[in-house]
C-alpha cells in the first residue's frame, strides 16, 4: 500500500498525524465534526464500535481522548482500511481490535456501550462525481441512506443495556428520511454537533445534476453568498 502522512485538524484545534492511502477513504470535515459531537457527549470511558474505520481517524482520536474503556473495536469493508487502522493505532501505541467485513458482519454476538457509524452515506450520483470516493466503497443506493438505514435498523442488536449510536446525516443524502427511521428504532435522537460547509467544486460545478436531486428529495442544498451549501449534523441515538 501507498502511504502518505496527513495532519488532521480538529474543531477544538488538536491535531492528529495518521497515514492515509490512495485505496482508502481520507479523512474529510466529516469526520472532525463526527469526532467533537462523541467528544462532547460522553463523559467517560466506554467499550466504543467505530464502524466504516477507514484510516482510524475517528476510533483513534476518541482514544487519544481518554474515552476508550479498553481497545477500540473498529472494522470496513475494506481490507486496506482496516490493514491502516491498525498500523495507525501501533504507531500511536494505542490498542486495536479491527475486522474486516459488511456493517455489522464481523461483530456477531458482540454489544459496545457506543457505536460510532461513519459509513458512506451521500446519494450514489454525488458520490460517483466526487473526489471522496475514488476506489473507496459507496454503495448507499440513490438517496445514501440504503446502508445507514441499515445501521440504524440494526445497531440495537449490538447495543448494551443504555447504549448511544451516533451517526451523521447528511445533506447530500436523504437526511429526513434516515432521522424518522432512527426515531422509530431508539427512545430519544438528538442532534449533537452541526456544520455547514460549501460544495467542493468537483461537485459544485455539476449544478444541473444537483437541482435535479434536490427536486427529487434526495439531497438538500442551500444557496447562500453565490455558493451552494451542504451540512452534516451528527446525531446521538439512545436505546
Ligand atoms: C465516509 S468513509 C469514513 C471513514 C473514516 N471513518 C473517516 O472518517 O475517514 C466511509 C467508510 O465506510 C466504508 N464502507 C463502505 N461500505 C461499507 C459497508 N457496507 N460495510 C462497512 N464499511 C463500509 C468505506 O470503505 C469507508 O472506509
Known amino acids: ?47 466504543i464500535l ?32 482496516v490493514e491502516l ?8 501505541g494505542r490498542e486495536v481490535i479491527g475486522k474486516v467485513g459488511k456493517i455489522f458482519d464481523p461483530w456477531v454476538g458482540e454489544q459496545f456501550d457506543v457505536i460510532v457509524d461513519d459509513i458512506s452515506g451521500v446519494a450514489q450520483e454525488i458520490a460517483d462525481i466526487s473526489s471522496w470516493f475514488q476506489n473507496v466503497p459507496c454503495d448507499s443506493g ?36 434516515l432521522l424518522a427511521l432512527a426515531r422509530q428504532n431508539f427512545s430519544e435522537v438528538k442532534i449533537v454537533n452541526t456544520k455547514t460547509w460549501p460544495l467542493p467544486a468537483d461537485i459544485a460545478s455539476h449544478r444541473e445534476l444537483i437541482m435535479r436531486l434536490v427536486s427529487e428529495g434526495k439531497i438538500a442544498v442551500e444557496e447562500k453568498f453565490g455558493l451552494m451549501l451542504w451540512k452534516t449534523d451528527i446525531y446521538m441515538a439512545s436505546l
Not at 482514544?63 to 477500540?72: C, F, H, K, W
Not at 448511544?164 to 447530500?172: D, G, H, I, N
Open 1 to 47: 500500500m501507498q502511504e502518505t502522512k496527513m495532519q488532521f485538524s480538529f474543531g477544538d484545534g488538536r491535531k492528529l498525524l495518521i497515514e492515509t492511502s490512495p485505496e482508502v477513504f481520507q479523512p474529510t470535515g466529516t469526520s472532525g465534526v463526527l469526532v467533537d459531537g462523541v467528544t462532547i457527549s460522553l463523559t467517560k470511558p466506554e467499550k
Open 142 to 177: 440513490a438517496d445514501g441512506i440504503a446502508l445507514v438505514s441499515q445501521v440504524v435498523l440494526e445497531a440495537p442488536n449490538y447495543l448494551k443495556p443504555g447504549g448511544r449510536l451516533f451517526f451523521p446525516a447528511l445533506s447530500l443524502s436523504d437526511a429526513p428520511r
Open 50 to 81: 467505530d464502524l466504516g474505520c477507514g484510516t482510524g481517524v475517528v476510533g483513534l482520536a476518541l482514544s487519544q481522548e481518554g474515552l476508550a474503556d479498553g481497545p477500540i473495536y473498529a472494522s470496513d469493508l475494506s481490507a486496506e482500511a
Open 85 to 92: 487502522t491498525r498500523s495507525n493505532f501501533i504507531a500511536a
